[in-house]
């Protein structure tokens, strides 16, 4: 498995530098937006940046820790040390308060401060990652699983799981394929 250094420069709203407290799961998302590359997604969130906390203009938050491209690639967006915001929401599954806790219930906290996210990249709008997105995807979590020491049944989740978020698509409306997913773990 090759992972190549894409790291995103600190800030606000991508990148906050923000230690994780643990590393308890792993979330699954696409990209949503029909085939982007990883490098694409890269410099989406790079450029969330250029925002201004300061004005009246809602801001968004938004990253990931890796991005997988449509050939296979990796891109290690933010150590996987480091907090991204790839699952905080307003309200959470009662599955994700159940496993997540405090995580989903303290209002000055969030899934994203213990979980590792992973975006997909996909060629059209069904959401179907590519068969080399999808191995690249399995020999991501596997070995982050192992490094980790997660059980990948009860510690990779999809976005969808935390948020109710419809998010990766293709595997909120093929839940058997998201099965052969974990089980291929």
């Given at each position: 498995?090759?992972?190549?250094?894409?790291?995103?420069?600190?800030?606000i709203?991508?990148?906050?530098?923000?230690?994780?407290?643990?590393?308890?799961?792993?979330?699954?998302?696409?990209?949503?937006?029909?085939?982007?590359?990883?490098?694409?997604?890269?410099?989406?969130?790079?450029?969330?940046?250029?925002?201004?906390?300061?004005?009246?203009?809602?801001?968004?938050?938004?990253?990931?820790?890796?991005?997988?491209?449509?050939?296979?690639?990796?891109?290690?967006?933010?150590?996987?040390a480091?907090k991204?915001?790839?699952?905080?929401?307003?309200?959470?599954?009662?599955?994700?308060?159940?496993?997540?806790g405090?995580?989903c219930t303290?209002?000055?906290?969030?899934?994203?401060?213990?979980?590792?996210?992973?975006?997909?990249?996909?060629?059209?709008?069904?959401?179907?990652?590519?068969?080399?997105?999808?191995?690249?995807?399995?020999?991501?979590?596997?070995?982050?699983?192992?490094?980790?020491?997660?059980?990948?049944?009860?510690?990779?989740?999809?976005?969808?799981?935390?948020?109710?978020?419809?998010?990766?698509?293709?595997?909120?409306?093929?839940?058997?394929?998201?099965?052969?997913?974990?089980?291929?773990?």
């Amino acid at each position: 498995m090759n992972v190549t250094e894409a790291l995103l420069s600190k800030n606000i709203f991508s990148r906050p530098g923000k230690p994780l407290d643990d590393v308890m799961a792993i979330v699954v998302h696409y990209v949503g937006k029909p085939g982007q590359t990883a490098q694409q997604v890269r410099e989406y969130f790079e450029s969330l940046k250029t925002q201004n906390a300061a004005d009246k203009q809602p801001d968004r938050s938004a990253s990931a820790h890796y991005a997988i491209g449509l050939a296979g690639s990796i891109l290690r967006l933010i150590p996987e040390a480091e907090k991204a915001y790839h699952c905080g929401a307003a309200g959470y599954t009662p599955e994700a308060r159940a496993f997540f806790g405090n995580y989903c219930t303290d209002p000055n906290s969030s899934p994203n401060r213990v979980t590792i996210g992973i975006e997909l990249c996909h060629p059209d709008d069904g959401g179907q990652p590519t068969p080399a997105t999808e191995t690249a995807a399995l020999d991501l979590v596997r070995d982050l699983c192992w490094r980790h020491e997660l059980d990948p049944r009860t510690a990779v989740w999809r976005h969808y799981d935390i948020t109710a978020k419809h998010c990766p698509l293709w595997y909120i409306d093929h839940p058997d394929e998201w099965e052969r997913f974990i089980s291929l773990i």
